[in-house]
């Protein structure tokens, strides 16, 4: 069988946008279970362009959902994400992309 | 004759002058001790006149104080003792010229080091990092070191005793010479995926599949032989060889480094220089806050 | 008409004991090499055996000297006994020596139980809880004979079961009193015994088995394993539920989960102010993961279903808060310790494998019998419970159905918390539309699907995005609606309705984080008390001892 | 960002990820990332076996300072591949120890009276089994550059490793480490070559249970290390004190640090010979064997002794120094 690490894309836009507070940012280590994440300002028009390179298959619709509930909850605008996945669930994808907003406002401080 | 396997002693007569090889004589060292690190042949002999080191494994013996060290496994006493000998080569030549260093000839064949509790207790690591830190040193010291494969090249065997010489040659896979860190089948089981798959993709990634051929493509073997009366001849070029290239100041070219260099040239190793020249690129900005 | 027999079950333990006298020297005791032997004298086919065991020690020597037995001497047992862990209570029926199999618990060997059921090797009587299967060998399924294990016995018969003491009393006393034989398998045999914690006249044969019973470290929990996720899961349990309720007798499952609310009691606990208030009685294995919080002085006493390797000595050093005998050291018993889960614990919280849209649970697969043990006596609502507390009046107050069957009487309920992430690893969901269960009961012939925890019995759900108060809801289209209310992103969770999940939250049956202001940010490891084995000892002031397999120095 | 520098020291080096090793093993404010995540510098090999990628590809290297000397650091991050070396890991490794022996060629020719204090060091934080199986050829050459990486850095720069992670340092890397200049372990480290279910399969699980991780830790850890001279320092769990380790060697001379080193001349592998003799000689069965040989009579109390009584206590094989 072959089998390949799956690259999803989504565009997605917050009900009420706003701006990601920062340039560039970086969270998260790629362990069993778990996930990082960059986050930076793109211009698009609003939109947030999220990359999810994952090696799971048939969740393409979960991550959907997971990426809008936390683009809407945040207001997400303009920014470019993207995501190096390794079996995260659900939860932890969000916790992480929640995590790394709350770095932003604490300035770098937790390199968890 | 159909490959060379498990006769590490045979190959040594195959390729320096006839009758000159003296057991466990290099410079000043005199082992006498039959059963101290018997996997390890280690001596002196000539080649095509010139005095050279020996260091070969003999697949033949078992070493009694440690029973997971046989069929040419390098143990603690067979890696110390290796060690030993490129120290006393280095020793002997200490007052020569750079140009006139002995060269060491490395005959590979060896499926590993000793994976036992007393080789952890007692360091195996050691015993295996000791013998590349003197061929490191020995290399840089001017002695020319040509490693040929002529069985097995197993993992951190192949490390330990092979790739830290200038040159490394292989005997041609049509010798049933085994290069690799992990057989495919090994790997099918742990990725879980169809061997004939990863088959399949080694053909155009050799990063991972096992046997000499991908080994060339990355550049951490310089040259195939492919036949057994050839490999004499060619030992004696590449030593001449990097004689020359050292000679020229061009030790880029030569050992781990060179061969990085040379799996860019050849396709198999593409990222590494660039990954590189990125981090040059990045310090580059920032080195007179650092170094200054 | 002949004259009534009246002392036949005398007689017949007479004729085997009498068969294994020559074996029996110096009082009751038999060396281990005649054990075998010993055993085909005393068993005859068709006997209902007991073997000792359940998910801690076993009395694996005689087990080992069983399967040995002669097939024509020894066959077609009938086995009743807690559980079946170890290959060779398998073995037992491959080869024929038992037939048919009275347990609660099947454990690492579930998949093979359902395999020898369907192969027709194995035939099943019922499976149990381990009070249900204990009530039972005193009214229809009492041994003839019990091989159980203990640390020391001497040659009257007299036994130290000690730390591990668990289930020996309930087996022996069925079994001897109504005149049945008990073999014991002892790890040493001794002038006189540390304590007695099974009188000699209740044993017949001590045996000196040639190593230590198999003692499974089962409730040992290493707190590197614990993630951020269930960190911020124990938050929610403690600051929603705990502190909620004020729960202060309560029994834990044993996943990580609960290692978790363990270990965030002193830091995560005390901020709330919640010390004093919440978890001050157990009825709990001695958890290593427990050790910060006692330390901390936040627990009175626990009462333990069993031991676990290497708490011994912890567990003798704090003796206000555990069980202790006259010689200083713990005891534990099994059937005590389920009564107490059952009738004086307020709440009791786990984890499982698979919740279905009804709320009702299982850790079954389609192919494996897991089996019971202690849960559902605890995952219930203890009908014969008359005494109030402060959280099983609130939580019996707040029991919306209550009224259609008592009209104005009040009553109080006990928490049934089921403690899940909506997926599991590898992203298998927890919630289901049906329980694999169903197709287990098919698979293995049962006659009903095995339930861990009935959705009537259960209170709430906890997963990472809330909580559900299940016994708020008034109708079975409610409580749906609110497990699908924070079954995330699962397909039962895809199918919630955000405005009737809105309502939810608004009526108080579903609080998520951030209705029980907690902050996400703040749930990650650094919250733990010990964060590994190594801290754990380091809390226990050298006095636990971990297994060897636990240990990271 | 000082601030920050300050809640990283007390954290547990063992907890830790790779990058707060690195920024906490650096004076305050100093570390600057080369070829980061914002490089995604990431395997181009993995994706083709479908497995999860890093943008760092699992290993953190930049710069730092530490007191008057350029701090060059590596520091691998064990949960992503369990720490392996691929490619574009092992190149990121080998180039910034290349980096700090050039850098000192550099400060030379700018400052040929170029102090001591201000040479570059080298500081590897590992964590790694080794070899990474999906490009094992490409990990395997890495580690041969490596080696001779380090022996251009010897007379020049001080190589310093560190072992604190839960992976350990095995496999190819753990000879990598040995070549090293010094050892900084703690307790919860470990150091070999070969993992332990490979020795169970090799003698069977009598004589090595690789489940009993106790008996793994006996052979290959922090403590058994330390008894052994296989690592110079022992140090708590905190990166603080893996950093007050390092000050500590490099406070030392060239020429002391040169000492420290276990192997990489003559004499030393002499002395290693000397003690291989003397441990076939006694035949162990168990570390506890060598512990008690090295003048531990009560070799089963140090596995749970605190590490100031064990330091304290401790008597060390003839050759540790």
Known sequence: MAKKLRELTFELKAESPSALPTDFLHYGVVGSGDMEVIMEHQELAGAVRIIVRTPVAGFDEVWRRVLERFVNQTGMADARIEINDNNATPVVVTLRLHQALAEIAEGGARHV | ?292 | MSKKQWESRKADYQARMNAAAPYIHAGKVVAAADTTRVLEAVIRPFDRVNIEGNNQKQADFLAESLIKCDLEQVHDLHMVQSAVPLPVHLDMFEVGIAKKLDFAYGGPMGARVAEAIKHGKLELGAIHTYLELFARYFIDLTPRVSLVCAYEGDASGNLYTGFNTEDTPAIAEATKFRQGIVIAQVNKLVDKVSRVDIPGDWVDIVIESPKPFFLEPLFTRDPANITDTQVLMAMMAIKGIYGEYGVKRLNHGIGFNTAAIELLLPTYGEELGLKGKICTEFALNPHPTMIPAIESGWVESIHSFGGELGMQKYCEARGDVFFLGPDGTMRSNRAFSQTAGHYACDMFIGGTLQIDRFGNSSTATASRVAGFGGAPNMGCDAKGRRHPTEAWLKCGAEFTSQSEYLGNMPRGKRLVVQMVETFGEKMVPTFVDELDAWKLAQNANLALPPVMIYADDLTHILTEEGIAFLHKCGSLEERMAAIRGIAGFTEVGLAAKPAETRTLRDKGIIRTPDDLGIDRMRANRSLLAAKNISELVEWSGGLYDPPARFRNW | MSSDWETLQNRSFLESNARARAIGLADPGTFTELAGPRCRLSSPHLPLLGEAVEFDDGIVTGVGRHGSRPLFIASQEGRFVGGSVGEVHGAKLVNIVRMAHQAYDRMLAETPELPEERRPAVVISFETGGVRLHEANAGLLAHAELMDQFQDCKGKVPVIGIIGGRVGCFGGMGFVAAATDAIIMSPFGRLGLTGPEVIEEEMGKDEFDASDRALVYRVTGGKHKYIMGDCNLLVEDTIAAFRQGLGKVLAMSYAEIDRLRRIGSLDKVKAQLRTLAALVEIAPRDSRDVWTFAGNPAAETLVDMKLDDFLRTVKRLENAS
């Open chain 2, 1 to 292: 004759m159909e490959n060379l396997i498990g006769q590490g002693r045979l190959a040594i007569d195959m390729i320096v002058d006839p009758d000159s090889f003296r057991e466990g004589v290099v410079g000043t060292l005199q082992l006498t001790d039959e059963e101290f690190g018997p996997g390890a042949v280690v001596g002196t002999a000539s080649l095509d006149g010139a005095i050279c080191t020996i260091i070969a494994n003999d697949a033949m013996t078992i070493n009694q104080k440690f029973p997971v060290v046989y069929a040419g496994i390098i143990g603690l006493e067979e890696g110390y003792k290796m060690a030993l000998a490129v120290y006393h080569s280095i020793e002997a030549d200490r007052d020569r010229a750079p140009g006139e260093k002995r060269a060491l000839v490395l005959i590979v064949d060896t499926p590993g080091n000793g994976a036992g509790k007393l080789e952890e207790m007692a360091g195996m690591n050691k015993a295996t990092g000791a013998y590349q830190m003197a061929l490191a040193e020995a290399r840089k010291a001017g002695h020319p070191i040509v490693a040929i494969v002529v069985g097995r090249a197993i993992s951190g065997g192949f490390l330990c005793h092979g790739l830290q010489a200038d040159h490394v040659l292989s005997l041609s896979a049509a010798f049933n010479t085994m290069i690799h860190v992990m057989p495919l089948t090994s790997i099918a089981r742990i990725t879980r995926l169809d061997i004939e798959w990863l088959q399949e993709l080694a053909k155009s990634n050799p990063v991972f599949a096992a046997g000499p051929d991908f080994f060339y493509r990355l550049g951490g073997v310089e040259e195939l032989v492919d036949s057994i009366p050839a490999m004499r001849d060619r030992v004696i070029a590449h030593i001449a060889e990097v004689r020359a290239l050292k000679a020229a100041g061009r030790e880029d070219q030569l050992g781990p480094w060179g061969r990085g260099t040379l799996g860019e040239v050849r396709g198999g190793r593409t990222v590494r220089g660039r990954v590189m020249q990125t981090m040059n690129e990045e310090f580059a900005k920032v080195a007179d806050r650092y170094l200054k």
